[in-house]
């Protein structure tokens, strides 16, 4: 058993100060953390409780977007008037992770920064995992790799100490990547702003550093700038069953139509890569362009250029590219409630 000292923070400042310590941890909804201390992956030497600092509240913001604060429970994001209506992408994708009662206890701050799935990751009976252990190899390479990435891995081979082919397991953050989210983080140099796309980090040469976040900084909210894709927005998520299971392949694809030609667009895949996976491109060539099939593989295709398979895996580069193109056209035909699986 690893011993570890527990502190409840009241204010932001004591928070981060108490988080600066080495080893310590932030508590909020636990729902990660506490499952990767009992399996041996994390190992704190303080655990310091934020979940009464004050910032559980989702407001307008003047520009017409919306502030989420870090503390706001998934299942209160996806349930709230506002997000509903005017963000229906990112209620869509909240309500197809986990389970209710995990959506009861997980926060906005630390859905950002869940851990990988990688099964080679969180079982410390595999010795080999850059991400776990620096140096050590990525045992998924020649191993079951079944929900592993296929885009922006880094494969220098299993025994190579900058390999990873791990994949993000958000669905939230698909979202918030498609609608151009901000992540607003308060440090002791004060506060920053990160774009949404900077927020995560593929694994390069360094698989063991996953955000842009500093040791010593806080996640204090979120802001999505004001809403473009309330009447036409699909969130997708291929599954290997129905409820609580992580996605093989996400989509989020959000559309701001004029007749039936495409304005704009935003689109985003999840389960891919070790961030939601986006590209310019591929949003650039629906504009302008009539609400087809044929369009929407366009965008489908750039969206997968590159794409690599494993043995386990390969199937995900078609699955990716069907569910964009049906994505796109359920949204192109107006947004509805629930989540096609």
Known sequence: MNSFSYERALAPDKAIRSGSARGAKFLAGGTNLVDLM?????????????????????????????AIGALVRNSDLADHTLIKSQ????SQALLSGASPQL???????????????????NDVNFPACNKRVPGSGCA????????????????????????????????????????????????????????FAE???????????????RADELIVGVTLPPPKFAKNAYYL???????????LISVAAGLEMDGDHVRSAGLALGGVALKPWRKAEAEKVLVGKPAR????????????????????NAFKIQLAKRGVVRALILASQGTTEGVQA
Not at 87 to 90: C, E, V
Not at 237 to 247: L, M, V
């Open 293 to 312: 099939a044929e369009t929407f593989s366009q965008a489908a295709d750039i969206l997968l250029q590159g794409a690599i398979g494993y043995e386990h």
């Open 140 to 195: 998924a390479i020649k191993g079951y790799n079944r929900i592993h990435a296929i885009l922006g891995q880094s494969d220098k081979g299993s025994t190579s100490g900058e390999s990873c082919i791990a994949t993000h397991p958000s669905d939230m953050c698909v979202a918030m990547a498609a609608l151009d989210a901000k992540v607003e983080v308060e440090g002791p140099k004060g506060r920053r702003i990160i774009p």
């Open 199 to 213: 927020f995560h980090k593929l694994p390069g040469t360094t698989p063991w550093v996953e955000t842009a976040l």
């Open 87 to 90: 963000y229906p992408l990112l």
């Open 103 to 121: 959506r009861n206890m997980a926060t906005t701050g630390g859905n950002l920064l869940q851990r990988t799935r990688c099964y080679y990751f």
């Open 237 to 247: 998520k291929a599954r290997d069953r129905n409820s609580y299971a992580f996605a």
């Open 38 to 66: 009992k399996y041996g992956v994390e190992s704190p030497t303080t655990l310091v409780d934020i979940n009464h600092l004050e910032l559980a509240q989702v407001t307008k913001s003047a520009d017409g977007g919306v």
